[in-house]
């Protein structure tokens, strides 16, 4: 394995990009010029079985990720494709990787009882001495996750050979090859992007159950025949926080990302790292240090908000474009599955505030789209002060993004120039960037992400507006102080 050296590749070559996201499989090829030539997505189910669960099927993502593969078989040859996915999201699978219980999405918080207990026998010194940084062990970690199915499905655990992430299992029925990566086992592995044995010794049986590391530009194997584009081969490829962030334009220090899907995911490239809590802080690779902070209900809140209101996303966005902000308006907070960056608390839930009789549905489907760039914005301040890089411009992409409305409030809530991915598609761009690396054709990174990102659209803040969020940010923090200890009584009713 490895990364292929020496422009071997000419720029008028394919490249396959698979994005395995939280809510659909999205897919694309690209030539060298940067050109998509045929796209796919197509949606899934997540099931909650019970209050804090969320689960869904690894077959789901197998089969669509196939027809992917059949439609792009009209295109013709493809060289090299990267897949990156969700990430704590786990599935436990058998010596055979068959999967032996539905996977566990990053959104469950069953385990925040083993997480409490496992991060309380590591201090703030052991995190960053092993990690890196004050990486918390929260109820998406994996060792949380291993803790809870040992006590509760001991079944399921004895037999489980490995705990794979959804990009590392789809590689391994794609290719037959075993693998995963540094970036993607965040918690796991350390500055030197190997695993960590001091943290592997919290779970008894940990350590033998991760999957081997290989460097995120290696190629691990080429597509089995059964495929579509059955010979290409893949780079190893990373997680979508990451390769959303890279493939949205942090591929230079001091570009700053804000990426919206299912979650807000907000990125800083920079080579300063000041131990910032709440930040995730990657390994450098290749030269590029990514700081990331990822919530944990960004545009999971309006779909949330639609099904409870009768409207489509369509709807509610218009809804807002069409009535002018009135005052008062209610204040919404956005955790209703708890929050991750910057506070990774479990327990927080959301909230209306304000409300009186006098206020519409339009009036929370505009709070609803504040609420969400509200938290946006907490988590921007806590990056600022990991990277030390703030600027008035960010780079941004992925389905939020799609409405103009919702763009334009982000831009006022956090005061800065928002500027869109042309082909909006963070994940893809980023996957088919690493692809073209690790084939060998680009010297750099950065070279390789500015061959397959354009950007079109641009929100600038409104001044006159800057006074009302900058109060209004103030009450989010006070409220969300307020509410952790509201929701832990309510929890208990």
């Not at 068959?98 to 999405?105: G, S």
């Not at 495929?227 to 700053?256: C, I, K, N, S, Y």
Request: charged content about 20%; aromatic content about 8%; overall charge negative.
């Amino acid at each position: 394995m490895g990364r292929l050296q020496g422009g071997g590749c000419s720029m008028t070559d394919r490249y396959l990009g698979i994005d395995l996201g939280s809510t659909s499989v999205k897919a694309g090829v690209f030539d060298g010029a940067g050109r998509c030539l045929s796209q796919f997505s197509e949606r899934y189910l997540t099931e909650r079985p019970a209050s804090g669960w969320a689960e869904q099927d690894p077959d789901d993502w197998m089969r669509l990720i196939g027809q992917a593969l059949q439609q792009f078989s009209g295109v013709g040859p493809v060289g090299f494709g990267c897949l990156t996915s969700q990430v704590n999201t786990h599935v436990f699978v058998d010596g055979a990787g068959r999967p032996l219980a539905p996977a566990v999405l990053w959104q469950d918080v069953r385990a925040a009882a083993e997480a409490a207990e496992l991060d309380a026998r590591l201090s703030m010194a052991d995190k960053i001495r092993y990690l890196g940084g004050p990486i918390p062990v929260d109820a998406s970690h994996p060792l949380a996750r291993m803790l809870w199915m040992a006590r509760h499905r001991p079944e399921v655990w004895e037999q489980t050979a490995y705990v794979m992430l959804p990009k590392d299992y789809c590689l391994l029925h794609l290719t037959g090859v075993l693998a995963s990566d540094p970036l993607s086992n965040v918690g796991l592995v350390g500055p030197e992007l190997t695993y960590v044995p001091q943290i592997l010794d919290l779970v008894e049986g940990a350590a033998g159950r991760m999957a081997p590391l290989v460097a995120i530009t290696d190629v691990v194997g080429a597509i089995k025949d059964g495929f579509g584009l059955a010979g290409t081969r893949m780079v190893a490829g990373t997680m979508d926080g990451w390769v959303g962030l890279f493939g949205g334009g942090a591929g230079q220090p001091g570009e700053m990302v804000y990426l919206s899907g299912t979650s807000e995911i907000l990125g800083i490239a920079s080579s300063h790292v000041t131990g910032e809590p709440g930040i995730i802080v990657f390994p450098q690779v290749e030269g590029l240090r990514l700081h990331a902070g990822p919530t944990q209900s960004g545009g999971a809140s309006q779909l949330w908000y639609c099904d409870v209101a009768g409207l489509t996303v369509e709807g509610l966005t218009g809804q807002v474009a069409a009535t002018p902000r009135r005052q008062p308006t209610p204040l919404f907070l956005p955790q209703l599955a708890g929050e991750r960056a910057p506070l990774w608390n479990p327990d927080l839930r959301g909230a209306f505030l304000g409300l009186d009789s006098g206020m519409t549905q339009v009036d929370m489907a505009r709070a609803v789209l504040e609420g969400v760039a509200l938290s946006a914005r907490h988590v921007l301040g806590a990056l600022s002060a990991s990277s030390g890089v703030d600027r008035d411009t960010m780079l941004c992409g992925g389905g939020g993004f799609r409405s103009d409305p919702w763009g334009q409030i982000r831009a006022d809530v956090l005061n800065r120039r928002l500027t869109r991915l042309a082909v909006n598609e963070p994940g893809l761009v980023g996957a088919v960037a690493l692809a073209a690396y690790g084939a060998g054709a680009h010297a750099s990174l950065a070279a390789a992400h500015a061959a397959f990102a354009r950007y079109d659209t641009l929100w600038e803040p409104d001044p006159a507006k800057r006074g009302l969020y900058d109060d209004l940010f103030g009450i989010y923090l006070d409220a969300i102080k307020a509410n952790e200890a509201i929701g832990r009584r309510i929890a208990r009713l």
